[in-house]
């Protein structure tokens, strides 16, 4: 067989490409929704921690400067609507859910960490406004600066954003944990659905 033949034959078996998801594996847009929130979230949780190990430090800020805590906030923000209505297109193209009890606490668990990647930095938004301060990035008002304080904006996204934040921390662990056992215990090839070849 040609080298043309074998894409053809390549083809076939995936009639959208590679960006698109299919049923035996996800495609290439959300492997880069996935890795792009991933390396984000961690990068949020390793300068967070790291604060709270060694305190305000001149070295620590020059890192954090890398990313901004705000900035990187509102990447998660916005990559994570994206990624949430990519997922609702490719609802009828992705693999299948696994069935019964397991099937549905997976379901439950990823619905709730991409509505916390959502809710956990929107907050914030909310606190920005409540503060008066305003957020511009690159000339752009994103939040108008009002100079007032309003505590009730305030009040409720500073109790809630550092408990969802740790929430998300814990189901990133357990998704990380469940990725591993379905790999190392299960072997069901479900890592591959993300890792494997497109």
């Known amino acids: 067989m040609?080298?043309?033949?074998?894409?053809?034959?390549?083809?076939?078996?995936?009639?959208?490409?590679?960006?698109?998801?299919?049923?035996?594996?996800?495609?290439?847009?959300?492997?880069?929704?996935h890795g792009t929130l991933a390396a984000l979230v961690l990068w949020q949780f390793t300068i967070v921690a790291l604060y709270k190990i060694f305190g305000e430090t001149p070295w620590l800020n020059g890192i954090a400067r890398f990313g901004p805590h705000g900035y990187v906030g509102l990447a998660v923000l916005v990559i994570a609507v994206c990624r949430s209505l990519w997922r609702l297109s490719q609802l009828r193209?992705?693999?299948?859910?696994?069935?019964?009890?397991?099937?549905?606490?997976?379901?439950?668990?990823?619905?709730?960490?991409?509505?916390l990647m959502i809710v956990v930095p929107a907050l914030a938004l909310v606190r920005i406004y409540g503060k008066g301060k305003g957020l511009e990035i690159g000339g752009v008002t994103l939040i108008p600066a009002t100079g007032r304080e309003e505590p009730w904006l305030i009040a409720g996204p500073d109790a809630l954003?550092?408990?969802?934040?740790?929430?998300?921390?814990?189901?990133?662990?357990?998704?990380?944990?469940?990725?591993?056992?379905h790999t190392l215990v299960w072997r069901d090839g479900t890592l591959g659905r993300m890792f494997g070849r497109l």
Request: charged share 20%; net charge positive; no cysteine.
């Open 2 to 33: 040609s080298v043309q033949s074998r894409e053809i034959a390549a083809a076939a078996g995936r009639p959208d490409g590679v960006a698109f998801d299919s049923p035996r594996r996800y495609g290439l847009v959300t492997r880069l929704f």
């Open 161 to 181: 954003h550092g408990p969802l934040s740790w929430a998300l921390l814990v189901l990133i662990a357990g998704h990380v944990g469940m990725a591993l056992a």
């Open 93 to 115: 193209r992705q693999p299948p859910q696994e069935r019964g009890a397991r099937g549905r606490l997976a379901r439950l668990s990823h619905l709730a960490l991409h509505a």
